[in-house]
């Protein structure tokens, strides 16, 4: 069974910045795009990043410039660092194959607030 566990949030005041990590039993090497998604109050879920397994990359015009995706198919991660964070970041945040062909994972809490 494919297993996505998302790592790294937290509370943090606006301008911090978060390392997410998401540990996969996926051999990622092998999907070709992995993405980090969000799920904000009232909101529907988004991709906000995504990387191919050439590494190159895409963002969300909201999150350009702040966010960072990278992977290492030999650890089986996915990473996102985020700084200059705003509250409009707030969210719960996801790991998953773009498009996401897997359950998505319990994720992990990004709260940005001063």
């Known amino acids: 069974q494919v297993q996505l566990v998302e790592s790294g949030g937290g509370l943090v005041q606006p301008g911090g910045s978060l390392r997410l990590s998401c540990a996969t039993s996926i051999n990622i090497f092998s999907i070709n795009t992995m993405g980090w998604y969000r799920l904000a109050p009232g909101k529907q879920r988004e991709l906000v990043a995504d990387i191919s397994r050439y590494g190159s990359t895409n963002y969300v015009d909201s999150v350009k410039g702040r966010f960072t995706i990278s992977r290492d198919s030999a650890k089986k991660t996915v990473c996102l660092q ?6 409009e ?16 994972g319990q994720g992990t809490q990004v709260s940005v607030s001063s």
């Open 89 to 104: 970041d707030t969210a719960v945040y996801y790991c998953n194959s773009v498009p996401s062909y897997y359950a998505f």
């Open 82 to 87: 985020m700084n200059s964070l705003e509250p």
